[in-house]
């Protein structure tokens, strides 16, 4: 089964560091998602990027964030200057489609998450 | 955005049948229902997605009513491993995770 593969598993930082998290969507995919949770709290939708451009960011999703989409394979998350409250668990995930077109809603498929921990 | 309503937690035992609701009263008419599951420490996984009536997958059941401002996730004879947090999510884009209903699952 096709899945969606992030790096690192566990970071940990110092406040102010800059922290680039990465992810490895499915192949077929193309939309591609953020999204963290702190432990103990729902997960937040940060960011969606299709076609190498944001379609849509929460206001979580500050200056402070970028994400980018370097080679065909990888897409990364940046935070540039880490703050305590950044330390959470942050999935990437992939679609196929987001929803308008075709049938269905589209359907996110998850990595398993990288545990983001600033000191 | 149509918010969704779910029970925050659920007990059960082993071998019953669970059925979490979901309220969505602002439902639009080209929303889809999708439900997914989380267990700690891992990404939230699709479970199943429907439009109306029921749908049926190998791990659950999906029931909605004719007025879709509610759906019913049924999980068959629960195991100690469907202990997880289980999500209703509601729209064409279904982006928008709610705090989820809390499945603890006894021997």
């Known amino acids: 089964e096709p899945e969606v593969t992030q790096t690192p598993s566990h970071q940990v930082t110092q406040m102010g560091q800059e922290v680039i998290l990465r992810c490895v969507p499915i192949?077929?995919?193309?939309?591609f998602y953020w999204y963290r949770q702190i432990l103990g709290q729902k997960v937040e939708f940060l960011v969606s990027f299709y076609n190498n451009e944001i379609s849509e960011k929460s206001e979580i999703f500050d200056d402070q964030f970028s994400v980018e989409r370097p080679d065909g394979s990888n897409f990364t998350l940046k935070i540039r200057s880490t703050k305590l409250e950044d330390s959470a668990m942050y999935f990437c995930?992939?679609?196929?489609?987001?929803?308008?077109?075709?049938?269905?809603?589209?359907?996110?498929?998850f990595g398993a998450g990288s545990r983001l921990t600033v000191l | 955005l149509a918010k969704t309503t779910q029970p925050i937690s659920m007990d059960s035992y082993e071998g019953q049948e669970v059925n979490i609701t979901c309220s969505h009263n602002n439902i639009a008419t080209n929303d889809y229902i999708t439900w997914y599951q989380q267990f700690p420490s891992q990404g939230p996984r699709f479970i199943i997605q429907?439009?109306?009536t029921k749908v049926t997958n190998e791990v659950a059941s999906l029931f909605i009513p004719a007025d879709r401002k509610s759906s019913t996730l049924s999980l068959p004879r629960v195991s100690l491993s469907d202990t997880a947090v289980y999500y209703c999510l509601v729209g064409r884009r279904a982006l928008t995770f709610g705090s989820g209903t809390r499945l603890q699952v006894q021997p």
């Open positions: 429907g439009y109306k």
């Open positions: 192949s077929n995919h193309l939309y």
């Open positions: 995930a992939s679609s196929e489609a987001q929803g308008p077109t075709g049938s269905g809603a589209n359907v996110l498929t």
